[in-house]
């Protein structure tokens, strides 16, 4: 009796193994550049996908680096999704090299205005998404693609990005209502490296500075004694550090002390398990950006 019920059990699991792995083979498979990207797709996609980021939490996009693991996502993937505009381009070789013939790689940023550096010479910021009207567009993009290469399900992602837009505008009209509470005089962002024009030009601050373009460069004498002059001449300094850059930390904290500021962090590149979502992540900017400068 007993060896009929190990049986029966034996069957079951093969039963729903059987089934989770028809259901995974149903699902398309998505790869994102990164984690900001992996959120939007499984906001559209919901359980028709599944969906992996190259680059894990908490990393810095600029300097990680694939490894065989990565190609084999890649290689299994029915869409890759990367932001272009230079911040992921790195990526697009082993992309190229990985995928199956066919397989389609949608830049989400392709096509939108982009901006320049802060008031001096720079490469233009490729941090669309930290304005929430960009984000909205990267996943109109996401949508398209998924409902063209699944159209039998094109209603479910349709309705799927309806709601996750939604969410979005109200989420924009947040950000402009509280953030405009912030003084004319105070709205100054100094960060590290070159990823807020798009959230300060949507949200009224003033200017954005910052010690580099990318993160994989060393300041050098002249930015950092510029900044040390525009920090100087603040009322109130302050200086923002984001958590996935631990030498830009170190430089920030450096010159926070240099001239007596404030040290905050903002989130920027990548999600962590403590802002595990884009939502997640533009909310918790918003309370640093308010306690920092109000």
Avoid: C
């Amino acid at each position: 009796m007993r060896r009929g019920i190990g049986v029966s059990l034996l069957v079951l699991v093969v039963v729903l193994l059987g089934g989770a792995s028809l259901l995974e083979a149903r699902q398309l498979q998505v790869v994102t550049t990164f984690s900001i990207l992996q959120d939007f797709v499984q906001q559209v996609g919901g359980e028709q996908v599944v969906v992996r980021s190259l680059v894990p939490l908490g990393a810095d996009p600029h300097t990680w680096e694939p490894s065989p693991r990565e190609a084999g996502l890649i290689a299994r993937a029915d869409l890759v999704v990367a932001n272009g505009g230079g911040f992921d381009d790195w990526l697009l070789p082993v992309v190229q090299s990985a995928a199956r013939t066919g397989v389609g790689v949608l830049r989400v940023a392709e096509d939108l205005p982009v901006l320049e550096g802060a008031g001096h010479e720079h490469a233009a910021d490729p941090h669309l998404w930290l304005s929430v009207p960009n984000a909205v567009s990267y996943v109109e993009r996401i949508a398209q693609a998924l409902q063209e290469l699944r159209p039998e399900s094109a209603a479910y992602f349709a309705q799927r990005a309806d709601a996750y837009i939604q969410r979005l505008h109200l989420l924009d009209e947040k950000l402009q209502s509280e953030l405009g509470q912030i003084p004319a005089e105070n709205r100054v962002i100094v960060a590290y490296h070159n990823a807020f024009s798009y959230l300060a030009e949507r949200y009224g601050f003033a200017a954005v500075d910052f010690l580099v373009d990318n993160p994989e460069a060393e300041p050098n004498p002249r930015d950092l004694g510029r900044l040390v002059d525009l920090l100087r001449g603040m009322e109130r300094p302050v200086v923002f550090t984001e958590p996935q850059l631990n030498a830009g930390s170190r430089y920030m904290r450096a010159l926070a002390q240099e001239v007596g500021a404030e040290v905050f962090t903002l989130y920027s590149d990548s999600l962590t398990a403590e802002v595990p979502t884009y939502v997640d992540l533009m909310e918790y900017n918003l309370q640093v950006l308010v306690e920092a400068l109000r």
